[in-house]
């Protein structure tokens, strides 16, 4: 009954060395959001998808990127990873109404080290 | 810019206490505000999610309430157990970008 699925949970990489995440949702939610989460931190609010739409957060650094090739997934690429992007990495999707949105639905996460 | 703040960060109860973790934020024009339950390394559970137009929500031993005019959410969580043990997050979703700003949690332990 999984609903939203991220693969991998665990994703080690090498500093510089290209790295994409993977989310996938069986909730056909119109709205796709990546978060990422350093330790003892909030979630913080990389971007997210209003259908086709992307919306990028102002401080999100240029080395992230994403693409959204249907409804059901959406993937976070890092071009050059440091090791400040050491961090777990969530997904949420959430359904999007005329004047409301609604409850957003958070994936297990993946967990980033960059060596 | 909406700011989540919650208090106390950490907590600690014996098992079988009552317990109220707080929640406020600065930016009363909320759409909604959720209540997240995180164990140690691993994604988000919603516990609750309280809409703009709502004072309460409940959901067996929780009871989270919003007072949007001071800014305010409580989480009540009834006769706890060890299995709570957890961080805690509330987040408020604002804008028009329906942009979700979490608090940075209460790390709540139940002991034995």
């Known amino acids: 009954d999984a609903m939203v699925i991220q693969n991998p949970r665990y994703q080690v990489t090498q500093f510089g060395k290209p790295v994409t995440l993977s989310c996938s949702q069986t909730l056909n939610h119109n709205v796709m959001y990546w978060y990422q989460q350093k330790s003892s931190q909030a979630p913080k609010l990389l971007f997210h998808?209003?259908?086709?739409?992307?919306?990028n957060e102002a401080d999100t650094p240029d080395n992230f990127q994403s693409r959204r090739p249907n409804t059901s997934f959406c993937f976070l690429d890092i071009r050059s990873p440091g090791l400040g992007d050491a961090a777990m990495y969530l997904c949420a999707t959430s359904r999007r109404g005329t004047f409301q949105s609604y409850e957003q639905y958070f994936g297990p996460g993946t967990r980033l080290t960059v060596t | 810019k909406q700011e989540v703040t919650q208090i106390p960060a950490a907590l600690s109860v014996p098992e079988g206490e009552n317990l109220v973790l707080n929640c406020s934020f600065t930016d009363s024009a909320i759409y909604n505000l959720q209540w997240f339950r995180q164990d140690p390394g691993k994604g988000l559970t919603s516990l609750l999610l309280i809409q703009s137009s709502q004072r309460e929500q409940t959901s067996g031993r929780l009871n989270a309430s919003l007072d949007k005019s001071s800014g305010r959410s409580t989480l009540y969580i009834a006769a706890s157990q060890p299995g709570d043990s957890a961080t805690y997050l509330c987040a408020c979703l604002t804008g028009t970008a329906s942009k979700l700003t979490f608090g940075t949690g209460t790390r709540l332990q139940v002991t034995l």
């Open positions: 998808y209003y259908d086709k739409d992307f919306n």
